[in-house]
């Protein structure tokens, strides 16, 4: 049972930490949460920044553990597959599974987010301070530094045990960090994204089909739409921030209308807003978070971006940070309070699959932005489905091990590569999933995947 004078503090009051702080105060702890931002169910924060998310099975989970999915599924909407567009408005369908439960779900980052603060404030367990900037960690005396963004006053507050869930950029890693550190690595993808908007149509229709993930991929860059329950879309735009084709190149109304006439004419309709958007929404930066430890004896801990920021391109960011939050408190449920065991044991478990995720979104980029049209890729996609279903206990596409499964990352990306291997060899020489040899295939599978348990 949770100590019922047990106090944790929390640093950021995103979609993880507030997630957190419900699941903290479920268990009985008095949670105190301090979020720089102003609080969004009174202001408009997004400023171009939402990227609609993906909610898949894995962060499904924690929200029905957290007992808040019968409030969530009304702002969901389900994607069915990838949509891919081509220079003269073709589309093409392409399923991310075979069942029909194997959906992603787009999701307001927004809207989701203010579910769980509500959550939160609802137990009476849990006070969220907005406005208040954690400008410094001091884990030898167990001290925040806390500056008021309204007044600019500064203030010092105690802390019992303090968790970092401030994204990226995070004042709790790099007091943890600035004690002890193995690994702080902050890599950038050297491409940023601009957030535009298609509307919807004039009687509050969807414009391009609402059940999928539409991609615009011209390889170094692409364009993805994801859909809205009021009937627009969130576009995003990714591409290099320097060289011939990039943000750089792209800076005054009539690049940006040469720009997007040339590479993306199919989409440039759908934009009436095209040019206000480009220019009134920031250029957001994309970058991978590494880093070792994640904890502090039993003082200090990471979770979600704050540990493991991954770029977006595999919609598994908040589902990440979700299986963290979950991770915690199902291992305070083992270990009582021996923080220092609970704190341990989290960063074992995560730090290889926060690792492991982080690769295969990268990995995924280059998926969305140029294999989605080549033939060979098209090729071991259907075969891997054909193999899941005469293998289903041995083979299982490493994108739906990912997004319809909660098998850990780490071993989702260890079968991945070898299940890629036996794809490769399979269609080396062939040109259809018919003339696949599936003797070999069989052969092949049994010799080098074991059993998988999909969902732990």
Known sequence: MANQNETITLIGAGLVG???????????????????????????????????????????????????????????????????????????????????????YSVSRGDLNIICLNAAEATGRVNIYF???????????????????????FKTIAFNRVIGTDGSNSAVREAIHAIESSQHDIISLGHSYKELRIPPGPNGEFLIDKHSLHIWPKGGYMIIALPNEDGSFTVTLFMAN??????????????????????????????????????ENPTGKLATVKCSPWHFKDKALL?????????????????????????????????????????????????INGDAIADMAIENYITMRDSVTDEKFLLRNALAFELENRFPKHFCPRYSMVMFHRLPYAEAKSRGVIQEDI??????????????????????IYAKLTEVNLNP
């Open 18 to 104: 507030s997630l957190l702080a419900v699941m903290l105060a479920k268990r009985g702890f008095k949670v105190e949460v301090y979020e720089r931002r102003p609080d969004m169910r009174a202001t408009d924060i997004s400023a171009g920044r939402s990227i609609n998310l993906a909610l898949a099975n894995r962060g499904i989970y924690p929200l029905q553990q957290a007992g808040l999915m019968e409030q969530v599924k009304p702002i969901l909407t389900a994607m069915k597959g990838r949509m891919v567009h081509d220079m003269q408005g073709n589309q093409n369908f392409q399923s991310y599974g075979q069942r029909p439960e194997e959906v992603i």
């Open 131 to 153: 406005n208040q900037n954690c400008q410094k960690v001091d884990l030898d005396n167990n001290q925040l530094t806390i500056k008021d963004e309204l007044s600019s006053e």
């Open 242 to 279: 320097e060289g011939e084709i990039s943000f750089e190149s792209v800076k005054t109304p009539e690049q940006v209308e040469q720009f997007f006439n040339q590479h993306f004419p199919s989409i440039v309709p759908l934009l009436p807003d095209l040019q206000k958007d480009f220019f």
């Open 303 to 351: 979770l979600g971006d704050a540990a493991h920021a991954v770029v977006p391109f595999h919609g598994q960011g908040m589902n990440c940070g979700f299986e963290d939050a979950l991770d915690l408190i199902e291992t305070i449920d083992e270990y009582g309070d021996d923080w220092a065991e609970i704190f341990t044991r989290v960063d074992e478990h995560r730090k």
């Open 423 to 444: 794809l490769k060899e399979l269609t080396a020489d062939v040109q259809s999933v018919e003339q696949v040899d599936f003797e070999q295939a069989e052969s092949l």
